[in-house]
């Protein structure tokens, strides 16, 4: 059983399309995807409102500075620099 679609694009498109496809193949995949995306769009619908509800994220993440950790209580052993045992034989 095969099918056949004709699809009208404006021209614009079409000519998008001719420089960014190289294969029949990767039309064929292209042009499935958009068909799920539009026999889901409901469902899509449904994911762009739940994501309009997101806060929009601020500005920057604050740059780090020296000893800015310092509350979080970590503590490094005395022998933290000291050669390990277990790689003795690669230190040779």
Avoid: C
């Amino acid at each position: 059983m095969s099918y056949q679609l004709t699809i009208e694009l404006p021209d614009e498109i079409g000519r998008e399309l001719e420089r960014s496809v190289a294969s029949p193949q990767q039309l064929a995949s292209l042009l499935s995807g958009l068909v799920r995306i539009y026999l889901r769009r409901d469902q899509l619908q449904d994911v762009l409102e739940l994501m309009a509800g997101l806060p929009e994220p601020g500005g920057s993440k604050p740059v780090p500075r020296f000893g800015s950790g310092r509350h979080l209580g970590i503590q490094l052993s005395k022998d933290f620099d000291e050669p390990l045992e277990d790689f003795a034989e690669y230190m040779q």
